[in-house]
């Protein structure tokens, strides 16, 4: 079997909810291509005094609701497909959550492991000004996203900046919080993941106490998602990153791990038993959070997945072959473009309060947050609820369908 590319896997999941609503095919032929995608040349002086090109791209997928949004990746497997993929699906997350934005995502290719600090600063300024023309905090604005922080989005603002002649904080979220970044932005992907995952056990009339949850991914969301669904009563028994697998029956020590993490940039060197990064995603479970790549459950492994419940804690972590043999497991998928909606939640609201200049405290952060992730997790469950489908599918039609009212009202320039 020949693997689709990741853009047609991402085409794959529109054409699928399009059929189920029988979208207008003219509007079809609009959404299924990005809108615009630029490829660039970033050219640095590494620390050795030889010159190093890397590449980069930045795809605006769709613009209709609005100034696109999405995550800037460091990454060596970054592809022109990958950044289009991941664009699209932020086109459908930002719809899905109602936020008045379109779709985006960047990216270089790289290996950001393996570079100084003030290489990754050059490399990130220099990207910054290449993409320049098509930026700006009513235009596109970046996020972090793998092997980018904080610091990232503050070289960004700050070349952003200097190149403008003005200070601009509103042209990036995921900043510091001295720059203008919210408070609970940080752990607001992780947070959304656990608020879904408590929903949909809700919904369900079940209760997420002793819970069994995997975690494939200890960073940004998977470090989150383990520390919120714990509060809620879970146990989190499995989790994996780039070094490799831990787990333990009766729970592992969430705080535990998370220190070590900041400690040692691994999970492995925690206490627990050790196995192998992939038998993660096979853990005898309840419920299994995908939170490091795309493309992990795929249909060589779908059918040795235990969990009763995905939630995907990141971005394309299930291919749609990988999809259609969970639908016949009756395992539920919570799609990405509803689970980890959190960290753009809270960029919008750090994009509003960067432009009115007024910070909010955690508390009222977090109050829209729930809102929003609530609002949303019940639309999707009472657009399933209308017809036999999968979550993906009915998440994708709330979506579709709300970008598909925007074009009816704006029409298709020019007539
Ligand atoms: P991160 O860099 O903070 O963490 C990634 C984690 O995945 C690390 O622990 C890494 O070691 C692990 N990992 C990488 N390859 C692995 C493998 N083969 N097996 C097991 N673990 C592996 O990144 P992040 O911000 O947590 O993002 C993770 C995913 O969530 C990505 O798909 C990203 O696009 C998505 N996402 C992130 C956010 C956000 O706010 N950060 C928002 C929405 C979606």
């Given at each position: 079997?020949?693997?689709?590319?990741?853009?047609?896997?991402?085409q794959k999941q529109l054409y699928k909810?399009?059929?189920?609503?029988?979208?207008?095919?003219?509007?079809?032929?609009?959404?299924?291509?990005?809108?615009?995608?630029?490829?660039?040349?970033?050219?640095?002086r590494l620390d050795n005094g030889r010159t190093k090109v890397f590449t980069g791209f930045r795809c605006q997928y769709n613009n209709a609701k609005g100034p696109t949004k999405g995550g800037v990746r460091y990454h060596p497997d970054v592809s022109e497909e990958e950044v289009v993929a991941l664009a699209a699906w932020m086109t459908w997350k930002c719809a899905l959550l109602d936020l008045p934005y379109g779709g985006a995502k960047g990216g270089i290719i790289c290996d950001p492991?393996?570079?100084?600090?003030?290489?990754?600063?050059?490399?990130?300024?220099?990207?910054?000004?290449?993409?320049?023309?098509?930026?700006?905090?009513?235009?596109?604005?970046?996020?972090?996203?793998?092997?980018?922080?904080?610091?990232?989005?503050?070289?960004?603002?700050d070349t952003f900046s200097m190149m403008k002649g003005y200070t601009e904080p509103?042209?990036?979220?995921?900043?510091?919080?001295?720059?203008?970044?919210?408070?609970?932005?940080?752990?607001?992907?992780?947070k959304g993941v656990a608020i879904i995952t408590r929903e949909f056990f809700k919904a369900q009339k079940k209760s997420l106490k002793g819970a069994r949850v995997a975690i494939q991914g200890f960073g940004n969301v998977g470090g989150?998602?383990?520390?919120?669904?714990?509060?809620?009563?879970?146990?989190?028994?499995?989790?994996?990153?780039?070094?490799?697998?831990?787990?333990?029956?009766?729970?592992?020590?969430?705080?535990?791990l998370t220190d070590c993490v900041e400690k040692h940039a691994c999970v492995i060197k925690h206490p627990g038993k050790q196995i192998d990064k992939?038998?993660?995603?096979?853990?005898?479970?309840?419920?299994?959070?995908?939170?490091?790549?795309e493309n992990q459950i795929h249909h060589k492994n779908a059918h040795k997945i235990k969990a009763k419940v995905i939630v995907e804690g990141a971005n394309g972590p299930t291919t749609p072959e990988a999809d259609e043999i969970l639908e016949k497991k009756k395992v539920s998928v919570i799609p990405d473009i509803l689970a980890n909606a959190g960290g753009v939640v809270v960029s919008h609201l750090e994009w509003v309060q960067a432009l009115s200049g007024l910070f909010w405290e955690e508390e009222q952060v977090n109050a829209e947050l729930e809102r929003?992730?609530?609002?949303?997790?019940?639309?999707?469950?009472?657009?399933?609820?209308?017809?036999?489908?999968?979550?993906?599918?009915?998440a994708y039609i709330v979506a579709i369908e709300r970008i598909a009212e925007v074009y009816r009202y704006r029409g298709m320039f020019p007539w």
């Open positions: 079997m020949i693997e689709d590319s990741l853009a047609r896997k991402a909810a399009a059929k189920e609503i029988n979208l207008d095919s003219n509007l079809l032929k609009i959404l299924e291509q990005p809108m615009r995608i630029l490829r660039v040349s970033v050219p640095i492991t393996k570079m100084s600090e003030s290489e990754l600063e050059r490399m990130t300024r220099r990207y910054t000004s290449e993409i320049m023309p098509i930026l700006g905090p009513h235009i596109d604005i970046p996020a972090p996203d793998v092997y980018t922080t904080s610091k990232t989005m503050a070289w960004i603002m509103s042209i990036v979220t995921g900043k510091p919080e001295i720059l203008g970044g919210s408070k609970g932005r940080k752990e607001a992907t992780g989150h998602a383990a520390h919120f669904l714990s509060q809620m009563g879970a146990k989190i028994v499995a989790v994996s990153d780039v070094s490799g697998g831990l787990a333990h029956p009766d729970g592992l020590d969430v705080q535990g992939e038998d993660v995603l096979y853990h005898d479970v309840d419920i299994l959070i995908p939170a490091a790549l929003k992730m609530v609002k949303s997790f019940r639309e999707v469950w009472q657009a399933r609820s209308k017809k036999d489908i999968s979550l993906r599918c009915a």
